[in-house]
C-alpha cells in the first residue's frame, strides 16, 4: 500500500515553468521506479518520464521537462520549462516495482493527479 499525493498544478502562460512534486507514503520509496504520466480531455494517458536509477523521458517532453527525487524526502519532481499549450493536461504520479516501465498498465500505485492547464 502506497500513497502518492500530486502538486504544484496550476496555471501558466505558454513559455513558462512550473515543478509538480509528488509525496509518497512508506518506507521503501527508494525501491520504487516513480513515474509522471499525464491525461489531456479526450486522450490517452501517456507516459511524461520515469526514473529508476536512469531516466526516460517522452520524445515531446525531452529538454524541456526534468524527473528528479529526493529519497530522503519521499518525493518525486517534474520541473517543466517552456511549456506548450499541448501540455495541458491532468498529470498523474504513479509507481512501481523495478524495473523501469513506460506502460500505465505496469504501475500499482497512482495518485489522484493535478492540473497543469498552459494558456497560449
Not at 524526502?73 to 511549456?83: A, G, I
Request: aromatic share 12%; hydrophobic share 35%; glycine share 8%.
Amino acid at each position: 500500500q502506497v500513497q502518492l499525493v500530486e502538486s504544484g498544478g496550476g496555471l501558466v502562460q505558454a513559455g513558462g515553468s512550473l515543478r509538480l512534486s509528488c509525496v509518497a507514503s512508506g518506507r521503501t520509496f527508494s525501491t520504487y521506479v516513480m513515474a509522471w504520466f499525464r491525461q489531456a480531455p479526450g486522450k490517452e494517458r501517456e507516459i511524461v518520464a520515469a526514473i529508476s536509477y536512469s531516466t526516460h523521458y517522452e520524445d515531446s517532453v525531452k529538454g524541456r521537462f526534468t524527473i528528479s527525487r529526493d529519497n530522503a524526502k519521499n518525493t518525486v519532481y517534474l520541473q517543466m520549462n517552456s511549456l506548450k499549450s499541448e501540455d495541458t493536461a491532468v498529470y498523474f504520479c504513479a509507481a512501481k516495482m523495478w524495473p523501469l516501465a513506460t506502460d500505465e498498465q505496469a504501475y500499482d500505485y497512482w495518485g489522484q493527479g493535478t492540473q497543469v492547464t498552459v494558456s497560449s
